[in-house]
């Protein structure tokens, strides 16, 4: 048998056998003498070992199935180009954005605050600021009113620091309530303004409270400039102990003008009552039920009481005087006050208090009547008030033990007080200041209708003398102030509508100075005592004066510049730069 072999010693016959078998997904082969099968194992095992070799040495690119994948690294750098732009795109229109936010709220705040002023008080003492009491009352008015303040701003700002926190004030009472406006008003350019007001109620400088009219009645209340501030008590009681005269006296002195009392008399001002005179302007003209204190002159009374009339407008009561000897008194009086007349009422005059208390047999109307040590006789008037049951005796009250009177011994001292109309008392123990007051008897405790009750007395060891001749008239318990009453009862429900007269021995304890002090209750005890009589609901305010005086933090009008270009102009400027910085390091990232 021949050997047929070709030049590499295989046989044709075994190649196509391992062809055959290599395709059917078997690996053989044939070498030298070796048989068929073992061949197909020796190029199996061959082959296996060059292709984990081949699998070792060929590089991961080099692979052919690998081949369409080569231009990946370029690809993505290309997406990570696109992706920095878009981060950058994106940085940029958050920092545009932010910017245009910060420009529009500046835009909308200058808008807000021009329409609705918002400022902070940074002054020591709260000067530009109200009390929380005001600040309720206000918020609850719900009817319009005009503020006119008769004198430009500019000028009525640089008066002095009292009228700079007056305009403060005002400002306040508008944001915090709508239905209040406000207007400066020049006199001098606008004097149709005197036309409309009247030449005295106007003034410069004096500030105009006024309902706008939805009706037939126009409410009004006028604040001059002595009304915005407060006199130290020293400097009042001199006034009055060495010269005689008070406040309104100097007023009278200079003309009228509160401007020049106010300039000369400026270093004795201890505070500012705007906050309070401003709220008690507006308790006036806004009350849908104003109680009316009526001041009865023309018989040369002894005392006008102006502090007693200050006390009664700051509490919302609507005040006026009348002269007794040529007006009657106005229908709609609540309470009319007679201060001590140096001369007698005529009949005429005594018959129109007859008829206003008796009010047509309606009674509910009221009457304080302030007696003096220093009044002659007054035959009329005593004889009126016996009627009532009260009769006022001569000589002055005087205390003998030392507790119980202040540097003299009718500066007396008393703590004996009735509990009726003691309700608007903020405390429970108090001292009231009677002044050579003349004493009162009770002429009767009930009558009919009528009936009388002591209110303030002495104490056990009182006296009256005769302060001509120190004549002792009396000893005892004595009575400083006294309440008689009338009633008329209804015939449906047995309820009783009552007119009363309350009767002090001493005006001058009613006067400004003892008023005024705080160590005594008598400012607090007359009001709650009207209030009581005349049914007025207290509003339980109590605003306590803001003193303008030592070191204080008020922005300078270059402050107040820089302020305002820092909010509108160097922060949105700061804010682009860092914007800026932020996108141009996230760009070269």
């Known amino acids: 048998m021949s050997n047929n072999k070709d030049r590499n010693g295989l046989d044709p016959a075994n190649e196509s056998e391992e062809n055959i078998?290599?395709?059917?997904?078997?690996?053989?082969?044939?070498?030298?003498?070796t048989s068929g099968g073992e061949l197909l194992d020796i190029v199996k095992k061959q082959r296996e070992g060059k292709l984990s070799s081949d699998k070792e040495e060929k590089p991961a690119d080099s692979d052919p199935d690998s081949e369409d994948e080569a231009p990946r690294p370029k690809k993505e750098k290309k997406k990570a180009n696109i992706k920095t732009l878009k981060h950058g795109m994106m940085s940029t229109v958050l920092t545009l954005v932010f910017i245009a936010a910060v420009v529009l709220v500046n835009v909308i705040a200058t808008v807000i605050f021009e329409r609705y002023p918002l400022t902070l008080d940074l002054t020591q003492e709260k000067r530009f600021s109200i009390s929380d009491q005001s600040v309720d009352y206000v918020k609850g008015i719900n009817v319009d009113v005009l503020i006119t303040v008769f004198a430009t701003e500019e000028n009525f700002d640089a008066l002095s620091d009292y009228t700079r926190q007056a305009s403060e004030v005002i400002k306040k009472f508008k944001h915090y309530n709508d239905r209040i406006s406000y207007r400066y008003v020049d006199m001098d350019s606008n004097p149709d303004i005197i036309a409309e007001y009247g030449t005295d109620a106007v003034m410069p400088y004096n500030i105009m409270f006024e309902t706008n009219p939805t009706e037939d009645v126009k409410r009004t209340r006028?604040?001059?400039?002595?009304?915005?501030v407060k006199f130290k008590d020293e400097f009042v009681t001199s006034l009055n102990q060495y010269y005689g005269t008070d406040i309104s006296g100097m007023l009278n002195y200079y003309g009228g003008s509160?401007?020049?009392?106010?300039?000369?008399?400026?270093?004795y001002v201890e505070a500012s009552?705007?906050?309070?005179?401003?709220?008690?302007?507006?308790?006036?003209?806004?009350?849908?039920?104003?109680?009316?204190?009526?001041?009865?002159?023309?018989?040369?009374?002894?005392?006008?009481?102006?502090?007693?009339?200050?006390?009664?407008?700051?509490?919302?009561?609507?005040?006026?005087?009348?002269?007794?000897?040529?007006?009657?008194?106005?229908?709609?009086?609540?309470?009319?006050?007679?201060?001590?007349?140096?001369?007698?009422?005529?009949?005429?005059e005594v018959k129109k208090?007859?008829?206003?208390?008796?009010?047509?047999?309606?009674?509910?109307?009221?009457?304080?009547?302030?007696?003096?040590?220093?009044?002659?006789?007054?035959?009329?008037?005593?004889?009126f008030l016996e009627e009532w049951g009260i009769k006022i005796g001569k000589g002055v009250i005087c205390e003998q033990k030392s507790e119980m009177f202040y540097m003299r011994p009718y500066y007396t001292v008393s703590d004996y007080v009735s509990d009726n109309f003691t309700q608007d008392m903020?405390?429970?123990?108090?001292?009231?200041?009677?002044?050579?007051?003349?004493?009162?008897?009770?002429?009767?405790?009930?009558?009919?209708?009528?009936?009388?009750?002591?209110?303030?007395?002495?104490?056990?060891?009182?006296?009256?003398?005769?302060?001509?001749t120190g004549e002792q008239l009396a000893k005892g318990k004595q009575t400083y102030v006294a309440v008689a009453s009338k009633a008329v009862f209804s015939t449906e429900d047995g309820s009783g509508t009552y007119s009363n007269i309350i009767v002090y021995g001493s005006a001058e304890s009613l006067s400004d100075s003892y008023l005024s002090y705080t160590q005594f209750g008598n400012r607090e005890y007359v009001l709650s005592l009207?209030?009581?009589?005349?049914?007025?609901?207290?509003?339980?305010?109590?605003?306590e004066p803001k003193v303008i005086t030592g070191n204080v933090f008020d922005l300078t009008d270059a402050q107040s510049s820089a302020l305002q270009w820092t909010f509108t102009l160097i922060i949105p400027v700061i804010v682009l730069i860092i914007g800026g910085v932020i996108w141009l390091r996230r760009k070269n990232r």
């Open 21 to 33: 078998n290599t395709s059917s997904g078997e690996n053989t082969g044939d070498t030298g003498n």
């Open 222 to 228: 006028n604040v001059s400039l002595l009304d915005l």
């Open 258 to 267: 509160d401007i020049r009392v106010l300039q000369t008399f400026g270093g």
């Open 273 to 348: 009552r705007a906050d309070e005179a401003f709220t008690s302007a507006l308790m006036a003209v806004t009350d849908p039920n104003p109680t009316t204190a009526v001041f009865l002159t023309g018989r040369k009374e002894l005392d006008t009481l102006p502090y007693l009339h200050s006390l009664l407008e700051a509490n919302g009561y609507q005040v006026k005087d009348i002269d007794i000897t040529k007006e009657d008194i106005p229908e709609e009086a609540t309470v009319v006050i007679i201060p001590a007349p140096a001369e007698d009422y005529l009949d005429t």
């Open 353 to 383: 208090l007859s008829d206003y208390l008796d009010n047509g047999g309606k009674m509910g109307k009221q009457m304080l009547y302030a007696a003096s040590a220093s009044q002659p006789e007054t035959k009329n008037l005593d004889e």
């Open 426 to 468: 903020t405390s429970s123990s108090f001292k009231l200041i009677n002044v050579g007051s003349r004493p009162i008897s009770l002429l009767f405790d009930e009558r009919n209708n009528n009936g009388t009750e002591a209110y303030v007395t002495s104490s056990e060891d009182a006296v009256v003398l005769d302060i001509s």
């Open 530 to 543: 009207l209030n009581g009589t005349t049914h007025k609901t207290s509003t339980g305010i109590t605003i």
